[in-house]
């Protein structure tokens, strides 16, 4: 768990990183921030660190394996052992920042990088060094009451409510690359993993959290992409499978490997393939899955979306499953009409 009751925001640089594609340069501040206003302060925290609210955790790398050649490690490394370097190493940072954002559609936007102490995380104390990006603006109506006529004017600015890309990077783990929270809202499109990728170059910690989301997630795609191809499944018994994992995954504090596979794909065959299909899921993430873990109720609760099942029947219908194929029939009528049945106890 992430506690910010006794932290502090100690120090914060901004820049502005133009856009690369347009020839626009960065505008370095020339000094740390002077934050005097505490009503600003107030706002600065609260946006800052507001948004890292779940555990999930990842940890700086580099294509050799060696973390201490990823830029950031270093840059960040540098300031949790002098907070006094912050400005000096921020310039790094945005330069960095600037050179991995090539990309056309990459917006400009302001750089700040924060320094936090007395942050409680998992029955610790520590420091954090913070790096976001704002990207997108938005408009903002102002009504001037100082003078008889009231005046209605307009401005552009960040929403504090929202945060386009930010990282905060914890004092611990150094070693395996510090554990980090990571949070880029603008992920949807393809140029958008320069942040994490290019810029950050992070992998998802090999804690709980993130097993219990492989797990789901491999279970999931191995229901789309394998059962109804190799074993002619439908969505009924795509629906059944889905519901066993959702049962399993809520309902045990450990998974263990062997016990989830027999629970919930039945079939010897079935779970065959799933562990053949786990080894390709395995390479294609860069990821290993354990046979056992501590299953994460955060993970689980994230994830609850993957085990709805729809059933999208021409324009007309959409029949949400959520367990109990028994109760729902699938048939044709002497005309030729497909049809479902279902059974029910009570009608809300």
Not at 15 to 38: A, F, N
Not at 278 to 287: C, D, F, I, L
Request: aromatic share 14%; hydrophobic share 35%.
């Amino acid at each position: 768990m992430i506690n910010y009751i006794e932290a502090s925001l100690d120090a914060v640089v901004a820049h502005y990183i133009g856009s690369h594609s347009e020839r626009e340069d960065i505008s370095y501040s020339k000094e740390v921030l002077t934050i005097e206003d505490e009503e600003l302060y107030d706002v600065l925290f609260k946006f800052f660190l507001n948004h890292f609210k779940e555990p999930e955790y990842f940890n700086f790398t580099f294509s050799s394996g060696e973390v201490e050649l990823n830029p950031v490690f270093n840059f960040v490394s540098n300031i949790f052992d002098d907070p006094g370097c912050i400005h000096e190493q921020s310039v790094k940072i945005a330069r960095h920042l600037y050179e991995k954002s090539k990309h056309p559609n990459i917006k400009p936007g302001e750089l700040y990088i924060s320094y936090f102490s007395n942050i409680h995380i998992d029955n610790e104390i520590v420091d954090a060094v913070g790096i976001f990006k704002s990207e997108n603006k938005d408009y903002f109506l102002k009504l001037n009451t100082n003078t008889p006529e009231f005046k209605l004017m307009k401005d552009i600015g960040t929403n504090i409510g929202k945060i386009d890309k930010g990282c905060l990077i914890f004092n611990c783990e150094r070693d395996n690359g510090f554990k980090i929270c990571n949070i880029d809202h603008s992920n949807r499109y393809k140029e958008a993993i320069y942040w994490r990728e290019d810029f950050l170059m992070l992998k998802p910690r090999k804690d709980d959290y993130h097993q219990t989301t492989n797990y789901i997630q491999a279970t999931k795609n191995f229901i789309k992409d394998r059962m109804a191809k190799e074993f002619d499944t439908d969505k009924m018994d795509e629906a059944a499978v889905m519901s066993r994992s959702f049962d399993y995954f809520k309902k045990q504090e450990k998974f263990d490997a062997v016990e989830y596979e027999e629970r919930v794909f039945r079939d010897g065959k079935v779970v065959e393939a799933f562990k053949d299909y786990k080894q390709e899921y395995e390479g294609s993430r860069a990821t290993a899955l354990t046979d056992s873990f501590d299953i994460s109720s955060y993970a689980v609760n994230k994830q609850s979306r993957i085990f709805k099942s729809i059933i999208k029947l021409d324009k007309n219908f959409h029949i949400y499953i959520h367990g109990d194929k028994n109760k729902i029939l699938k048939g044709v009528d002497d005309e030729g009409k497909k049809y479902y049945m279902l059974y029910y106890d009570n009608e809300d």
